[in-house]
């Protein structure tokens, strides 16, 4: 019984872990976009679809990061199996 529940336990920790990577890293994306001059490339007068496009891009980039990180994280974890 106890076996489920530290399975139970480890799955909410790897959840809450992904929400607060992915969180971060699209914040840190957003951040990074801020410093390109994407504004030359936008029709004058087109102000919320530059922005939904600064969001959409750093949703984007943000979770790619994220997945990256976590997938790593995840085979790192798993390579003490290779030495049993």
Known sequence: MK??????E???QQA???II???????VS?????ALMID???KKNHVFQAQLL???????IGTSVSNFFLTISGWSNQLPYLFQ
């Open 30 to 34: 957003f951040y990074a976009l801020q």
């Open 54 to 60: 600064y969001i959409f891009l750093s949703i984007l």
């Open 10 to 12: 480890a799955m909410g």
């Open 21 to 27: 990577s992915h969180v971060f890293f699209i914040g």
């Open 16 to 18: 809450v872990l992904g």
């Open 3 to 8: 076996e489920g529940v530290y399975m139970f």
């Open 40 to 42: 030359k490339f936008i």
